[in-house]
């Protein structure tokens, strides 16, 4: 219920202060204001990255327990590409550890994508507690 006060008293605030706001995994609030999305780096934790949305969803489907992932749309050398990332960081260093954890949990080769701005996400999933999980970690 807590949390629930929290996240509507952040929402009136950023609709009073023309921001917009996430919650992270740990229900954390950030607000983030217009220009920001669009200037700041955000770091995100991917898991894969394929040549079609069709593929990224199949990957996510079969991602293991734990490792949900929202599947964001972007650009390389002129080339669209999806990106299954399951976590979002404000900072480099938290989401190499991030990355680095995953691979010594789950083997998998998990890498750090700095994308200057909110990425486009296409697919957001939700988390076991039927949160979604967050596009920005502001």
């Known amino acids: 219920m807590y949390v629930m006060k929290k996240m509507?008293?952040?929402?009136?605030m950023a609709l009073m202060s023309n921001c917009c706001?996430?919650?992270?995994?740990?229900t954390d609030v950030f607000a983030i204001?217009?220009?920001?999305m669009q200037t700041k780096k955000i770091y995100y934790v991917v898991l894969g990255s394929f040549n079609t949305l069709k593929d990224a969803k199949r990957f996510n489907y079969f991602a293991p327990d734990g490792l949900e992932c929202n599947i964001y749309k972007t650009k390389v050398k002129g080339k669209t590409v999806?990106?299954?990332?399951?976590?979002?960081?404000?900072?480099?260093?938290?989401?190499?550890?991030?990355?680095?954890?995953?691979?010594?949990?789950?083997?998998?080769?998990?890498?750090?994508?700095?994308?200057?701005?909110?990425?486009?996400?296409?697919?957001?999933?939700?988390a076991l507690s039927g949160e979604p999980i967050p596009v920005s970690p502001y």
């Open 21 to 26: 706001f996430a919650v992270n995994a740990e």
């Open 82 to 126: 999806y990106r299954a990332c399951c976590n979002v960081f404000k900072t480099a260093n938290e989401a190499h550890e991030c990355a680095r954890e995953i691979q010594k949990n789950y083997g998998i080769n998990a890498w750090v994508w700095a994308s200057v701005g909110v990425a486009n996400c296409v697919v957001q999933e939700t």
């Open 33 to 36: 204001t217009a220009k920001q």
């Open 8 to 12: 509507l008293f952040i929402a009136i």
